[in-house]
T-cell receptor
Framework: GQNIDQPTEMTATEGAIVQINCTYQ??????LFWYQQHAGEAPTFLSY??LDGLEEKGRFSSFLSRSKGYSYLLLKELQMKDSASYLC???????????WGLGTSLAVNP | NAGVTQTPKFRVLKTGQSMTLLCAQD?????MYWYRQDPGMGLRLIHY???????AKGEVPDGYNVSRLKKQNFLLGLESAAPSQTSVYFC?????????????FGPGTRLTVL
C-alpha cells in the first residue's frame, strides 16, 4: 500500500525553528518533494531529496533517510509569512504521478 | 512566461449543469494533471496525461472527463455537476525528462455546485 503521514497542525513562534516530519510507506521510491501552500493559493515547490542527508536552501532545509522512510523539513528564523501548509509528496519509480501527504498546517505566532 | 494558467477562477453551478475547466501551460511540458483539493483530504488526482492525445484515470475520476488535443492544453469536463464536486481544482504540469520533474501548479478554480 501507499501511505504518507504528516502531522495535521503545528504552531511555532516567530524567530524560532520548527521541524515538520513526514514518514512514508510506498511501493517504490525515487525521491521526495516538499511543497508550500499558502491559504487560497497553489502549491509551490520547496525542495526535492533523492539521496540520504540534509539539503539546505537558505532558511529551509530538508532531510531524507531512505532506510527509515522518513523526511523532515526544517524552517529556521521563522517569519509570519511562513504560516502555510507544507505538503510532502513521494516520487514513485513510474515517474508520472506523485503520492501526496495530507499536508501540515503551520501557524507562526508573534 | 505565464507558466500554468486556469480558467475560470471561480464558478457557481447548479446541480446537473455542465462545464469545462481549461488549463494551459507554456513550458512545453509533456505531463499534465488535474487535482481536486478539499479540506482534510489533501490533493487528489482526478485524471492525468503523459502526452498529447493521451489521458489516464487518477484516484478520483468518476464524474469527470478530460481531453488533451493539444500539448499545451488540458481540459476537465463535468457533464452533470453534483454538490460533491464542490471543490478547488488545480491543474499542474511537469516535464518528462530531467532529474525530478517538479510539478508546476496553476492558480486554481474554485467551483461551487448548488
Amino acid at each position: 500500500g501507499q501511505n504518507i503521514d504528516q502531522p495535521t497542525e503545528m504552531t511555532a513562534t516567530e524567530g524560532a525553528i520548527v521541524q515538520i516530519n513526514c514518514t512514508y510507506q510506498t511501493s517504490g521510491f525515487n525521491g521526495l518533494f516538499w511543497y508550500q501552500q499558502h491559504a487560497g493559493e497553489a502549491p509551490t515547490f520547496l525542495s526535492y531529496n533523492v539521496l540520504d542527508g540534509l539539503e539546505e536552501k537558505g532558511r529551509f532545509s530538508s532531510f531524507l533517510s531512505r532506510s527509515k522512510g522518513y523526511s523532515y523539513l526544517l524552517l529556521k528564523e521563522l517569519q509570519m509569512k511562513d504560516s502555510a501548509s507544507y505538503l510532502c509528496a513521494v516520487h514513485p519509480p513510474d515517474n508520472r504521478k506523485l503520492i501526496w501527504g495530507l499536508g501540515t498546517s503551520l501557524a507562526v505566532n508573534p | 512566461n505565464a507558466g500554468v494558467t486556469q480558467t475560470p477562477k471561480f464558478r457557481v453551478l447548479k446541480t446537473g449543469q455542465s462545464m469545462t475547466l481549461l488549463c494551459a501551460q507554456d513550458m512545453n511540458h509533456e505531463y499534465m494533471y488535474w487535482y481536486r483539493q478539499d479540506p482534510g483530504m489533501g490533493l487528489r488526482l482526478i485524471h492525468y496525461s503523459v502526452g498529447e492525445g493521451t489521458t489516464a484515470k487518477g484516484e478520483v475520476p468518476d464524474g469527470y472527463n478530460v481531453s488533451r488535443l493539444k500539448k499545451q492544453n488540458f481540459l476537465l469536463g463535468l457533464e452533470s455537476a453534483a454538490p460533491s464536486q464542490t471543490s478547488v481544482y488545480f491543474c499542474a504540469s511537469s516535464s518528462a525528462g530531467g532529474s525530478y520533474n517538479e510539478q508546476f501548479f496553476g492558480p486554481g478554480t474554485r467551483l461551487t455546485v448548488l
